[in-house]
T-cell receptor, first 113, second 112 residues
Framework: EPEVTQTPSHQVTQMGQEVILRCVPI?????FYWYRQILGQKVEFLVS????????KSEIFDDQFSVERPDGSNFTLKIRSTKLEDSAMYFC???????????FGEGSWLTVV | GDSVTQMEGPVTLSEEAFLTINCTYT??????LFWYVQYPGEGLQLLLK?????DKGSNKGFEATYRKETTSFHLEKGSVQVSDSAVYFC???????????FGPGTSLSVIP
């Protein structure tokens, strides 16, 4: 069964460093998403991406965050200068059409120290 | 705005007990409704879904019925197993936007 894959599974970084989280969405999907889950808390929407541009973003997704689809398969989330409060599980997701089922990857644990 | 409310956990049940996790939603229009499950140390997996009123989603012995009149999508299972221990998230998605909105999650522990 097709799946969303994410790398790395776990990354530890120093505060102020840049981090790039990578995702390979399901191949025929057109909508891509990033969510995050701070330990023990709810899953929060960060950004959605369609047709090579951001279609929606939340208040969390400030200027420190960016997304990119550098080629036909990868979808990346960049955090420019990490803060302690960025420590969370980051989930990539994709869907075939808007409003349809969204499939999630296994997540990337980011620990900022 | 659109939102999802779930019963607070944690919920602890004995094996073979009946499970209900309540979920209600607020949304304009007719959203699709989902239950996702997160097993310890793992990502989010789609458990079941329903896309219109009175639809029943089912998977792995779990069921949920889309009740428009009560704006609810309660998750049920007749006999839980230890392997069902996980966090369960109710969620919705509307065609007017392309994201999923999650409830806060309900932690379930099943003891032998």
């Amino acid at each position: 069964e097709p799946e969303v894959t994410q790398t790395p599974s776990h990354q530890v970084t120093q505060m102020g460093q840049e981090v790039i989280l990578r995702c390979v969405p399901i191949s025929n999907h057109l909508y891509f998403y990033w969510y995050r889950q701070i330990l023990g808390q709810k899953v929060e929407f960060l950004v959605s991406f369609y047709n090579n541009e951001i279609s929606e973003k939340s208040e969390i997704f400030d200027d420190q965050f960016s997304v990119e689809r550098p080629d036909g398969s990868n979808f990346t989330l960049k955090i420019r200068s990490t803060k302690l409060e960025d420590s969370a599980m980051y989930f990539c997701a994709s869907s075939e059409v808007s409003g349809n089922t969204i499939y999630f990857g296994e997540g990337s644990w980011l620990t900022v120290v | 705005g659109d939102s999802v409310t779930q019963m607070e956990g944690p919920v602890t049940l004995s094996e073979e007990a009946f499970l209900t996790i309540n979920c209600t939603y607020t949304a304009t229009g007719y959203p699709s409704l989902f239950w996702y499950v997160q097993y310890p140390g793992e990502g989010l997996q789609l458990l079941l879904k329903a896309t219109k009123a009175d639809d029943k989603g089912s998977n792995k012995g779990f069921e949920a019925t889309y009740r428009k009149e009560t704006t609810s999508f309660h998750l049920e299972k007749g006999s839980v197993q230890v392997s069902d221990s996980a966090v369960y998230f109710c969620a919705l998605s509307a065609t007017s936007y392309d994201k999923v909105i999650f409830g806060p999650g309900t932690s379930l522990s099943v003891i032998p």
